[in-house]
């Protein structure tokens, strides 16, 4: 039978496995420990010789469906949830590098990733922050002891794009782990398994699970990496096929021992949103494009950070990675207008952080969100004080039109 399209594996993936009653979404099941019917089963479950549930703070029947929903997803192999997108890419790092060894990252990151990388510098794990729009950057950087080189496809709040594919082709040629973050495009909108990436990371929050009422995090096995090459795997977890060694070690070390459990009433909503990704995204990339091109011709706007426009230095680069440009964007607001008077003045539009949502949220990122890292850190971001993220919906774009048409005429 010719392979499902996207949308239509992700709204039957429950259902290809037989759900109780015949419930067309895999149920709740809030209870956090699971009988056995003999001793031996138990054993073999915990010895990993057989399927099983075990301990809710490791596996969930409701989560382990949503986990299936994003492997397909990512074309990956296997999927492990978190409590949200931080604990994901905390537990894989944690868990994977060790003292004394070195990590690539681009410079461009979500601010409490940036915090993150920062404190894993206290624990010995040095990390080198280069300009991932071009691989010449990360190859510059590279070490015997490089262990893996960590990217966003598009990058918060700026709209920077990774050079993701000859990134990739110089990981693979230096057998680095490439770890891409996908939050900001999305699977079904990018797949970084096609540019070699190892692990891809998600937060569920955002897009995928798209209606603000759930968190959660992902990191899915690609199944591209060489896990025989790595030599941080734990000899105990060197069990079975190669390819599940990292992910393994991943939730050992970094879900059962840390506690960052996704809870299966979350896993629930996220699975349910899941499957509107398509559709939602549709309508917000459109959305987007047609204000990115609006804001552009405003006397009030200094700059406007899209990848959709021509003018954005990777807008050839998006065109050629992404099926559409996202609905992220920045604008930048010319001195003589007042941002905060300019973001009061919204009606519709939420004065929020957050991304992804089915509503337009809106933030001024150098007072919030990017105000821990410093003027100077921001502005090696592209980050000024009139900068203005906006996370676009799936309104009618003749009310986002005059939602800000207005805000622009009270800010002057």
């Given at each position: 039978m010719k392979a499902k399209g996207f949308t239509t594996a992700i709204l039957h993936s429950d259902r290809e496995g037989g759900v109780e009653h015949g419930s067309l979404h895999k149920p709740i099941h809030t209870s956090i420990t699971f009988g056995h019917a003999s001793a031996a089963d138990i054993a073999a479950v915990f010895q990993g010789r057989q399927a099983g549930y075990t301990y809710a703070r490791q596996i969930n029947p409701t989560v382990v469906a949503l986990e299936k929903k994003l492997s397909l997803m990512e074309d990956g192999l296997a999927t492990c949830c978190f409590a949200t997108g931080m604990a994901a890419i905390s537990a894989t790092l944690l868990s994977l590098l060790k003292a004394g060894d070195h990590l690539v990252s681009s410079s461009f990151l979500f601010g409490n990733t940036n915090s993150l990388f920062n404190t894993l510098q206290n624990f010995g794990i040095e990390v080198s922050f280069v300009d991932a729009t071009d691989a010449a950057n990360v190859a510059a950087a590279l070490r015997p002891n490089t262990r893996a080189v960590f990217v966003e496809t598009i990058a918060n709040p700026c709209t920077q794009i990774a050079d993701l594919a000859a990134i990739g082709e110089l990981c693979a040629a230096h057998g680095v782990l490439y770890v891409v973050d996908n939050t900001m495009t999305g699977p079904w909108s990018f797949r970084p398994k096609t540019v070699n990436a190892g692990l891809v990371i998600n937060s569920l929050s955002k897009f995928i699970g798209g209606h603000g009422n759930a968190l959660g995090g992902a990191v899915t096995e690609t199944g591209v990496f060489d896990w025989n090459s790595f030599p941080n795997?734990?000899?105990?977890?060197?069990?079975?096929?190669?390819?599940?060694?990292?992910?393994?070690?991943?939730?050992?070390?970094?879900?059962?021992?840390?506690?960052?459990?996704?809870?299966?009433?979350?896993?629930?909503?996220?699975?349910?949103?899941?499957?509107?990704?398509?559709?939602?995204?549709?309508?917000?990339?459109?959305?987007?494009?047609?204000?990115?091109?609006?804001?552009?011709?405003?006397?009030?706007?200094?700059?406007?950070?899209?990848?959709?426009?021509?003018?954005?230095?990777?807008?050839?680069?998006?065109?050629?990675?992404?099926?559409?440009?996202?609905?992220?964007?920045?604008?930048?607001?010319?001195?003589?207008?007042?941002?905060?008077?300019?973001?009061?003045?919204?009606?519709?539009?939420?004065?929020?952080?957050?991304?992804?949502?089915?509503?337009?949220?809106?933030?001024?990122?150098?007072?919030?969100?990017?105000?821990?890292?410093?003027?100077?850190?921001?502005?090696?971001?592209?980050?000024?004080?009139?900068?203005?993220?906006?996370?676009?919906?799936?309104?009618?774009?003749?009310?986002?039109?005059?939602?800000?048409?207005?805000?622009?005429?009270?800010?002057?």
């Open positions: 795997i734990i000899e105990s977890y060197k069990t079975g096929n190669a390819q599940n060694w990292g992910l393994q070690q991943i939730k050992k070390k970094g879900l059962r021992d840390t506690g960052a459990s996704l809870s299966p009433e979350s896993a629930h909503h996220l699975a349910v949103g899941a499957e509107t990704l398509s559709l939602r995204q549709e309508r917000s990339s459109s959305n987007a494009q047609t204000l990115a091109e609006w804001f552009s011709a405003r006397p009030e706007i200094a700059r406007v950070f899209f990848p959709g426009l021509p003018t954005h230095p990777q807008h050839a680069l998006g065109k050629q990675l992404f099926r559409h440009s996202g609905s992220l964007m920045s604008i930048e607001l010319k001195p003589e207008v007042d941002c905060f008077k300019f973001l009061d003045a919204l009606a519709l539009c939420v004065l929020t952080t957050n991304l992804g949502d089915n509503r337009t949220l809106v933030i001024p990122v150098a007072h919030t969100i990017y105000f821990e890292m410093g003027a100077a850190r921001r502005a090696e971001m592209g980050i000024s004080d009139g900068t203005v993220r906006m996370s676009i919906g799936i309104e009618d774009i003749e009310d986002l039109l005059a939602d800000f048409e207005q805000a622009l005429a009270a800010a002057r």
